[in-house]
Nanobody, 113 residues
Framework: QVQLVESGGGLVQAGGSLTLSCAAS????????MGWYRQAPGKQRELVAT??????NYADSVKGRFTISRDNAKNTVYLQMKNLKPEDTGVYYCNVRKFATYWGQGTQVTVSS
């Protein structure tokens, strides 16, 4: 069983920055994919970024603005978000794939115009 705890969400003006953190319990290995997803009101949850063994993958909408990274010693994944836009508003969820897929409780990010 893996538990994930996200932090770092908040309210920011357009053009601003935020960094999200997600700490995982249990043994998480670099080969276990960790990622960030988001869900805007009235929309489906969508992929933001993933990282596996140092390889990263981003949604086209965030490329060049967001950076995913992880500290394997701390079982923590980060999402650095820059040049935020109102359309980035939503609940951001962390997940990890280790035999099963585990989700965090989510953290709200609100970008005002």
């Amino acid at each position: 069983q893996v538990q994930l705890v996200e932090s770092g969400g908040g309210l920011v003006q357009a053009g601003g920055s935020l960094t999200l953190s997600c700490a995982a319990s249990g043994n998480i290995f670099p080969r276990n994919t960790m990622g960030w997803y988001r869900q805007a009101p009235g929309k489906q949850r969508e992929l933001v970024a993933t990282i596996t063994d140092g390889y990263t993958n981003y949604a086209d909408s965030v490329k060049g603005r967001f950076t995913i990274s992880r500290d394997n010693a701390k079982n923590t994944v980060y999402l650095q978000m820059k040049n935020l836009k109102p359309e980035d508003t939503g609940v951001y969820y962390c997940n990890v794939r280790k035999f099963a897929t585990y989700w965090g409780q989510g953290t709200q990010v609100t970008v005002s115009s």
